[in-house]
């Protein structure tokens, strides 16, 4: 696995808060943990005192491995957060294709670590079975969907968090790649991850 680590500057000495992970894109139309939505919640959770780990997924850059339709790229991010978080608070965050990952990975994981904050952006919920999140993880979520979005419509995002009854964060006017609202974007994930439960 390809993987870069992002570290906070921590001049007190104080360790950080904790690891994220951070899944890409569909590896299939270009997604790599180089995506600037990727790299912007990797910033964010830097800035607010988190290691931030980016990966490529099974045959993206150089990890090993074929795509495997979310299969494979869960148990990717799964030996991810083994190898490099292996104790300690973790955070899931993905977007789009990652998003799905992301919350398969939450399943996998659940009652056997404990998850510190989950951030989803551009979830891909009328392209995946997006799994439901653990209704005690819902307060520590973050959803957050563009309002123009062309290839997730946000009615599907609505459809599938209805249910749940979890909020979602609408960025008036975005598309599904946050063109110009980056700034937003890293603004509203850090207010999430400073906020206390």
């Known amino acids: 696995m390809e993987v870069l680590r992002d570290e906070p500057a921590r001049p007190d000495g104080n360790p950080t808060r904790g690891v994220a992970l951070i899944a890409h894109p569909h590896p299939l139309f270009g997604g790599t943990m180089e995506n600037k939505v990727v790299q912007t919640v990797a910033r964010a959770f830097v800035q607010c005192g988190w290691s931030a780990v980016r990966f490529n997924f099974r045959g993206v850059g150089t990890s090993a491995g074929v795509h495997d339709e979310g299969r494979g790229e869960t148990d990717d991010m799964l030996a991810v957060a083994a190898q490099c978080a292996p104790t300690g608070p973790l955070a899931l965050a993905g977007f789009s294709f990652g998003s799905f990952v992301a919350s398969r990975a939450v399943e996998a994981l659940n009652g056997t670590r404990r998850i510190e904050r989950i951030v989803l952006v551009g979830t891909a919920a009328s392209r995946f079975a997006v799994s439901t999140l653990p209704t ?18 946000l009615i599907d995002v609505l459809d599938w968090a209805r249910p749940q009854n ?29 906020s206390t439960f």
């Open 136 to 153: 005690d993880l819902l307060d520590r979520t973050l959803v957050i969907h563009g309002e123009k979005d062309e290839t997730v419509p």
């Open 166 to 194: 979890l909020p979602v964060t609408v960025i008036p006017g975005a598309s599904h790649f946050f063109h110009g609202q980056l700034p937003l974007l890293r603004s509203l994930v850090t207010r999430h991850l400073n």
